[in-house]
């Protein structure tokens, strides 16, 4: 599986095995993962001991269809996020960059969310 892969995506394939061997969710911090790719973006916020998609947000959505994956974008979109965790009265998370280098549009989407008073 690794050898047909870009030099790109195998190196973040390896970052993100790494990240996941120590990081787990639970119910009362799960862990918020993201999702990128050159059109679109999206959040999910899972409890790992059972499973579950707690909350997420993603620009895929009928709503949400105007966000750009930009660092802008990523900012509003972790303000929904934030916004959908504090409804749910979820105050702290894990935060999973999925292997992805932590900055630009993930620091961005990690500072928004921030701002709306979640701690990770």
Do not use: C, W
């Amino acid at each position: 599986m690794l050898r047909k892969m870009h030099e790109k995506d195998r190196k973040r394939l390896k970052r993100r095995i790494h990240i996941r061997k120590t990081l787990s969710g639970t119910a009362e911090r799960p862990r918020m993962t993201i999702t990128r790719s050159n059109r679109n973006l999206s959040v999910q916020v899972i409890d790992d001991t059972v499973g579950k998609t707690l909350a997420g947000a993603s620009t895929l959505e009928k709503e949400l269809k105007t966000i750009k994956p930009t660092i802008e974008g990523a900012g509003q979109l972790g303000e929904l996020v934030g916004k959908r965790l504090l409804e749910k009265n979820i105050k702290t998370v894990v935060f999973d960059r999925n292997g992805y280098l932590y900055h630009g549009v993930v620091k961005a989407l990690a500072d928004g969310t921030r701002k709306t008073g979640i701690v990770f």
